[in-house]
């Protein structure tokens, strides 16, 4: 793996013990495989990038994959600590550019099936730990059960993740609503992945957003498009996130527009002069990491039938 920072390594580490004010960012879809994985573990590398300490969680209780897609091998996941009653601390693994990942189980039984009360447990226990940080990065499952819902309806920021596929939009739409039903206030935003473009991807926000006003009453806002890549496809072959592997790649640059819009400073902070020096630096800091870097070989522009 072409690494940013230091490498992801499996051991676990301690908590750190200091950080600001954390943000929960749960990354949701309504129907699943439209790329919220691979997109959660390259936003958090991204954020980490930017100087931000963040603790990525895999939240997709028993199909958890994100372990895959960073290339780490843990010992210790969130099953440990709803089996065994391990300390959430003890399963923190150091992941690239300092990114601290928890990771969870596949195919495990106990973390399928926990309850709202469990979950809800688990959730403060998480929020706990990630204190330390300024974000809680939460990858989620699909749907709209309560295994997904305890989760987004906690999270400061919740980023639906769909394609242009009208399927996916009617599924984001039902994701959102049932959101909305049980937390009218929720601060809910739209990533339109494997988009053609940019235009396209605002298209589909367009129609996404005229959904939810129309039937919810709501406002969502765009978080941002991500084109149709086949670089992602590669580096999630390769088992690494697409934003190490391909820095330089298209969908790449837009995880990072992304961020920049994510940690945006809030208009009542933007007079405090050392806030949005320390945002500059981090941003210059970022671009002039990566493009220190070679960037690996990339074949032609991906064809769409070839996914
Ligand atoms: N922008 C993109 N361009 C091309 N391929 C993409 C893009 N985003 C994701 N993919 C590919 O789509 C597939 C599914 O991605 P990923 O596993 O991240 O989705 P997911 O929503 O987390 O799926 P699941 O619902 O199974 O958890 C992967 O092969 C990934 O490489
Ligand atoms: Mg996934």
Not at 23 to 49: D, P, Q, R, W, Y
Not at 74 to 101: M, N, Q
Not at 212 to 228: C, K, P, T, W, Y
Request: one cysteine or more.
């Amino acid at each position: 793996m072409e690494r940013r920072g230091h490498p992801a390594s499996a051991q676990a580490r301690t908590v750190p013990e200091v950080g600001l004010a954390m943000k929960s960012i749960a990354v949701a879809n309504g129907k699943g495989g439209v790329g919220k994985t691979s997109i959660s573990a390259s936003l958090a590398i991204s954020l980490g990038e930017h100087g931000h300490k963040v603790l990525l969680v895999d939240l997709d209780l028993g199909l958890a994959n994100l372990d895959l897609i960073l290339g780490l091998k843990p010992e210790t996941t969130l099953r440990h600590v709803v089996r065994d009653g391990v300390g959430i601390g003890e399963v923190i693994l150091s992941g690239p550019e300092g990114v601290d990942v928890i990771t969870g189980g596949s195919g495990v039984k106990e973390l399928a099936c926990l309850d709202k009360p469990q979950l809800e447990g688990l959730f403060e226990n998480i929020c706990a730990a990630g204190s330390k940080y300024d974000f809680l990065v939460m990858d989620t499952a699909s749907g709209v059960g309560e295994n997904v819902m305890v989760f987004l309806t906690r999270a400061d920021r919740v980023l639906i993740v769909a394609t242009p596929d009208p399927t996916s939009i009617i599924d984001a739409f039902a994701t959102a609503k049932v959101l909305f039903g049980e937390r009218p206030e929720a601060d809910v935003s739209l990533i339109v992945n494997m988009a053609d473009d940019e235009m396209h991807g605002k298209t589909v926000f367009n129609r996404f957003k005229a959904i939810v006003g129309q039937f919810v009453n709501r406002d969502v806002s765009l978080a941002g498009v991500i084109e149709f890549d086949e670089n992602v496809r590669r580096a999630t072959r390769a088992r690494e996130p697409f934003i190490l592997k391909f820095p330089k790649a298209k969908a790449s640059r837009q995880i990072d527009a992304l961020v920049e819009w994510l940690v945006e400073v809030p208009e009542e902070r933007v007079d405090n002069e050392a806030v949005s020096i320390l945002q500059r630096m981090r941003q210059v800091c970022a671009v002039f990491k990566r493009s220190e870097k070679p960037e690996p070989e990339v074949e032609a522009a991906p064809l769409r039938e070839a996914a």
